[in-house]
């Protein structure tokens, strides 16, 4: 896991998913709590469930290019499967 890595970058990637309804059950719950209130408000429980919710969403890297994606493109290659630099050549 990668959690911390820039916090405002996460939030914001959390934002679009919860939007995106990526989350589900328990992990929307949680995902909204962090947006909220931080990592630090979950207890262990919570904290497990996320990191299991995210690890089914997230990825390491672009599956175009093999770059790293930062939290920032997250949501994006989530989404589209590709990052910011490859997401032109794809034309979505
Ligand atoms: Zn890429």
Redesign the pocket.
Known sequence: MRLEKSELEFIGFLRELTKTGRFEGAGLGIAKQVILSGQSSLNDRQRNLFNAALDKIIVDK??????E?PWAEMAL?VQTG??????PKTAN
């Open positions: 672009c599956p175009v290019c093999q770059r994606v290659v590709a990052c910011a630099e490859c997401k």
